[in-house]
């Protein structure tokens, strides 16, 4: 619902309850409070069924859900996105609308985690997959849309696109995670507790 929309039925409210002789009683009035409940709830609504969309960048960095869609206006040989979410989440990532050349040496990667200045995170004696596992990768794939999933609340997305008006759409999505092991922090100063009941395995928090 529009703000003019919503300003609108609340002149009309107002206009209703001066000619009954109510306006003084309008914020006890159970008519009225069943009027913004009524705003309130499509509100909620509304909200609940936005789909934010925005385009894509060639160095990202994604933290909300939505759908971001790239298009190169030029080649565009070294690009990437870091996507993260809140420490009990992972991340559910979709490429759809892909239009690149695979065989001209585009390419489209995802990976569980992140890499910065060369170092993984997590780590390769943190992670529970070996390192080529971590890697999704458009061009060897089989389908037209490709789907992956992190195992914490940190992912990435490499491609490398060298033909103008090529790209593709990038969904994202939260998921939540009962018990998470490796997690990267969006703050520097906080509190977080990790709880890993019955599992041996290594666990990271940066």
């Given at each position: 619902?529009?703000?003019?929309?919503?300003?609108?039925?609340?002149?009309?409210?107002?206009?209703?309850?001066?000619?009954?002789?109510?306006?003084?009683?309008?914020?006890?009035?159970?008519?009225?409070?069943?009027?913004?409940?009524?705003?309130?709830?499509?509100?909620?609504?509304?909200?609940?069924?936005?789909?934010?969309?925005?385009?894509?960048?060639?160095?990202?960095?994604?933290?909300?859900?939505?759908?971001?869609?790239?298009?190169?206006?030029?080649?565009?040989?070294?690009?990437?996105?870091?996507?993260?979410?809140?420490?009990?989440?992972?991340?559910?990532?979709?490429?759809?609308?892909?239009?690149?050349?695979?065989?001209?040496?585009?390419?489209?990667?995802?990976?569980?985690?992140?890499?910065?200045?060369?170092?993984?995170?997590?780590?390769?004696?943190?992670?529970?997959?070996?390192?080529?596992?971590?890697?999704?990768?458009?061009?060897?794939?089989?389908?037209?849309?490709?789907?992956?999933?992190?195992?914490?609340?940190?992912?990435?997305?490499?491609?490398?696109?060298?033909?103008?008006?090529?790209?593709?759409?990038?969904?994202?999505?939260?998921?939540?995670?009962?018990?998470?092991?490796?997690?990267?922090?969006?703050s520097p100063e906080g509190s977080f507790t990790m709880v890993i009941p019955h599992q041996h395995r290594n666990c990271s928090f940066?």
């Amino acid at each position: 619902m529009s703000a003019a929309l919503r300003a609108q039925l609340f002149l009309c409210l107002i206009s209703l309850s001066t000619r009954t002789g109510l306006t003084r009683y309008i914020e006890d009035n159970d008519a009225t409070d069943g009027l913004y409940s009524l705003l309130s709830l499509a509100q909620k609504r509304e909200s609940e069924d936005f789909i934010f969309r925005r385009p894509l960048r060639c160095l990202d960095m994604l933290a909300t859900e939505g759908y971001f869609t790239f298009v190169a206006s030029r080649p565009q040989l070294a690009c990437a996105a870091f996507i993260i979410a809140e420490p009990s989440e992972v991340i559910s990532v979709e490429l759809s609308d892909v239009s690149i050349d695979c065989n001209a040496g585009d390419f489209i990667k995802v990976f569980d985690g992140w890499v910065l200045k060369g170092e993984k995170f997590p780590s390769s004696f943190d992670h529970p997959l070996p390192p080529h596992e971590r890697y999704t990768d458009y061009c060897s794939s089989t389908g037209s849309i490709i789907a992956s999933r992190s195992s914490q609340n940190v992912a990435m997305i490499f491609f490398r696109i060298h033909s103008p008006e090529s790209g593709f759409t990038l969904a994202v999505k939260k998921l939540h995670n009962p018990l998470p092991c490796n997690i990267m922090s969006q703050s520097p100063e906080g509190s977080f507790t990790m709880v890993i009941p019955h599992q041996h395995r290594n666990c990271s928090f940066s």
